[in-house]
């Protein structure tokens, strides 16, 4: 099974910009379509963004289209999450997870916070 660690949240002023990694490792990478999820306090698990093993495909929540661009690196097995024009609505534990092909999503990493103030 494919293991994954988030890393870069943080606190940031609204308006700016943020990126998140999350590096994987245990399996081969460009096989697993990968996603990130943000959960914010008191509130559901939400889906952000997914991007194919390939990087040609990708999709975005209504809520962030526009404003993030995921990303990958197979040579690094690293996906990103570019955040731009960042919301207070957008403070929460993001998440990155792997997924096969047509199948759940498999593994999930630790969670990174983001925290955008005023």
């Known amino acids: 099974q494919v293991q994954l660690v988030d890393s870069g949240g943080g606190l940031v002023q609204a308006g700016d910009s943020l990126r998140l990694a999350c590096t994987a490792s245990g399996r081969t990478f460009s096989n697993y379509d990968m996603g990130w999820f943000r959960q914010a306090p008191g509130k559901e698990r939400e889906f952000v963004a997914r991007i194919s093993g390939s990087g040609l495909t990708r999709y975005y929540a209504d809520s962030v289209k526009g404003r993030f661009t995921i990303s990958r690196d197979n040579a690094q097995n690293t996906v990103y999450l570019q955040m731009n024009s960042l919301k207070l609505e957008d403070t929460a534990v993001y998440s990155c997870?792997?997924?096969?092909?047509?199948?759940?999503?498999?593994?999930w990493g630790q969670g990174t916070q983001v925290t955008v103030s005023s």
């Open positions: 997870a792997a997924k096969r092909p047509l199948r759940e999503y498999e593994a």
